[in-house]
């Protein structure tokens, strides 16, 4: 059982990057998702999370990425995406991708990273000038 991530990089404020999380072993399409990050001396946020347990699926995006970052899933691939547009210096971060089977449970939970029981190893994402 794994996830993979990659896609992270350095670019420079307002750039892109399409990070990417691969799974093995288990069925992403089985569980919440999230990509998480945490910043040098700073909490582990949660980014963005896809919670498929209800038949319209709930995306959730951290205020300060609203507009700027897509979150997407290929069950075909077993893989999730997270577009990253019109990168800020703040948004620079270790980020990683995780799942879960918590899934139905309400917001708190999906954001809240104790719950996942799995993963990534972390791509860093540097956005300077």
């Known amino acids: 059982v794994q996830l993979q991530a990659s896609g992270g990089g350095s670019v420079q404020p307002g750039g892109s990057l399409r990070l990417s999380c691969v799974a093995s072993?288990?069925?992403?399409?089985?569980?919440?998702v999230a990509w998480f990050r945490q910043a040098p001396g700073k909490e582990r946020e949660a980014v963005s999370c896809?919670?498929?347990?209800?038949?319209?699926?709930?995306?959730y995006y951290t205020d300060s990425v609203k507009g700027r970052f897509t979150l997407s899933r290929d069950n075909a691939k077993n893989s999730v995406y997270l577009q990253m547009n019109s990168l800020k210096p703040e948004d620079t971060a270790v980020h990683y991708c995780?799942?879960?089977?918590?899934?139905?449970?309400?917001?708190?939970?999906?954001?809240?990273?104790?719950?996942?029981?799995?993963w990534g190893q972390g791509t860093q994402v540097t956005v300077s000038s």
């Open positions: 896809i919670d498929t347990s209800d038949e319209t699926p709930y995306y």
């Open positions: 072993g288990f069925s992403l399409g089985d569980y919440a």
């Open positions: 995780a799942a879960t089977t918590n899934q139905g449970l309400g917001v708190i939970f999906l954001v809240a990273h104790m719950w996942y029981d799995y």
